[in-house]
């Protein structure tokens, strides 16, 4: 079965620099992977969609990458800001038609200023 | 567009009641939905899959009796947790899919005393 991985639970930076959060799967290549925001006691909220076919996406500070060989997709933010504190998921397509996307347990990123 | 909304966002209710919570999709028709629930800085655990018309799909280890499931319509599906107790207190989120992405509602804090 399709495992997905999120390989920090946490990661720390200071404002202004860089995140870059990793999500990794181990069976079949999606036909596509989003990543998602989830605040303390809200539902997740959809950020980006990336496709098989397509290498990068951005939407403002967000970008993210999409790596068939590796396994791999990668989710920056840049120049964060203490509002970007959250925790972010991956998540993959099921391959069945009206079955639940698969998710990651997340990573919580926290922005110091 | 793709807005999920939830009612009611917090309940308190007695051991031995039940408590239904609704699920809207307010611009979309959504043939399916899913139900998660999500403990304090816990992964979300997907509990079934609601299906308009028909029977809903319980994921292993979820009792059927115990949440009540109903899709009466494209736009609505509701969750009643019956005889409720003080472990079945948590977070329970909706999403529903709209052209290959989840949205999510914004969440239920269920507390049982």
């Known amino acids: 079965s399709q495992k997905i991985e999120q390989n920090s639970e946490a990661l720390n930076i200071q404002e202004g620099k860089t995140a870059t959060l990793t999500c990794n799967y181990t069976?079949?290549?999606?036909?596509?992977l989003q990543w998602y925001r989830q605040d303390p006691g809200r539902g997740p909220v959809f950020l980006l969609l990336?496709?098989?076919?397509?290498k990068e996406k951005r939407k403002e500070r967000l970008k993210v990458t999409f790596d068939t060989t590796l396994k791999q997709s990668l989710f920056h933010i840049t120049a964060s800001q203490p509002a970007d504190s959250a925790t972010y998921l991956c998540?993959?397509?099921?391959?069945?038609?009206?079955?639940?996307?698969?998710f990651g347990k997340g990573t919580t990123l926290s922005v110091s200023s | 567009g793709a807005v999920v909304s939830q009612h009611p966002s917090r309940v308190i209710c007695k051991s031995g009641t039940s408590v239904k919570i609704e699920c809207r999709s307010l611009d979309f028709q959504a043939t399916t939905m899913f139900w998660y629930r999500q403990f304090p800085k816990k992964s979300l655990m997907l509990m079934a899959t609601?299906?308009?018309?028909?029977?809903?799909?319980?994921e292993q280890g979820v009792e059927k009796d115990k949440f009540l499931i109903n899709h009466a319509s494209l736009t609505l599906s509701t969750l009643t947790v019956t005889s409720a107790h003080p472990e079945d207190s948590s977070f329970y989120i909706c999403?529903?899919?709209?052209?290959?992405?989840?949205?999510f509602g914004p969440g239920t804090r269920l507390t049982v005393l």
């Open positions: 990336i496709r098989e076919n397509e």
């Open positions: 609601s299906n308009e018309g028909s029977k809903a799909t319980y």
């Open positions: 069976n079949y290549s999606p036909a596509y």
């Open positions: 998540a993959l397509d099921p391959r069945e038609a009206g079955t639940a996307l698969i």
């Open positions: 999403s529903a899919t709209y052209t290959d992405t989840q949205y």
